[in-house]
């Protein structure tokens, strides 16, 4: 236990914990990304919206082995838990090279950082409030901007990225997204001590592509809802 303690209190420590939550997040991420993808896939023989069938097996996954929603809530608090350890240790580590240098340059020059790398902590800071927001809006229904109906996801989906500025929102904050994980990506890589000037082109290069295709993923399904370009939701919806 006292191991895992200076382990955590080291800045080698810290860094190795923000890269493995962060990789907790970004498979989280995909994952979601996927489910979202899943409005585009149209309905079932039924006339069911395949991702109002994927949002239900969400919630009764593991049964009857266990309990209704249980599996999913499991997920959601391994997630909120890699979510607090992930913010807070990149807050003491941000303390930590702000002590290290009480003084500021009068003249910074950057010379190899890039504009993600140097926005990281500012660009996790309002994700976290667009992570607050967004889950307000769709799954607490806290924030009505347009009604949400329970287990309707496309026909949710329908009705609130019918409004520009949410899928404005929505673009811009999957832009920051972007940003963080082609850092974080490259990071991560350094962290775990898997970059080498050999392949350091080719793993940046792997950071990009997949903050790329999360970002083009995530911002495809709210701009065809806006433009009006998928079909109207099942009746019974909103």
């Known amino acids: 236990m006292s191991r895992i303690i200076r382990l955590y209190r080291s800045t080698l420590g810290k860094k190795a914990i923000v890269a493995v939550t962060g990789i907790v997040l970004f498979g989280f991420v995909i994952l979601h990304m996927i489910g979202n993808l899943k409005a585009l896939t149209g309905n079932d023989a039924g006339g069911v919206p395949h991702v109002d069938t994927y949002a239900h097996f969400l919630r009764t996954m ?5 309990p209704h929603g249980f599996a999913l809530w499991a997920v959601r608090v391994i997630l909120l838990a890699a979510l607090v350890v992930h913010v807070l240790t990149t807050l003491q580590l941000a303390r930590r090279n702000r002590a290290a240098r ?72 999957m832009g920051l997204l972007g940003f963080h994980l082609f850092h974080g990506g490259w990071s991560l890589f350094q962290t775990l001590g898997y970059d080498n000037p050999d392949r350091n082109r080719g793993l940046r290069i792997f950071a990009a592509s997949a903050a790329l295709i999360v970002f083009l993923g995530f911002c495809v399904v709210p701009v065809l809802f806006v433009l009006g370009a998928m079909p109207k939701p099942p009746a019974g919806g909103p």
């Open 62 to 66: 593991g049964e009857p082995v266990l």
């Open 102 to 173: 009480p003084v500021r340059y009068r003249r910074h020059v950057c010379v190899e950082s890039t504009v993600a790398a140097r926005s990281m902590l500012i660009s996790g800071l309002l994700l976290l409030l667009f992570v607050v927001i967004h889950l307000l809006q769709f799954t607490t229904g806290t924030i009505q901007i347009r009604p949400i109906v329970p287990e309707k996801v496309y026909a949710n989906l329908y009705e609130n990225f019918a409004v520009w500025y949410v899928v404005v929102l929505y673009v811009l904050a």
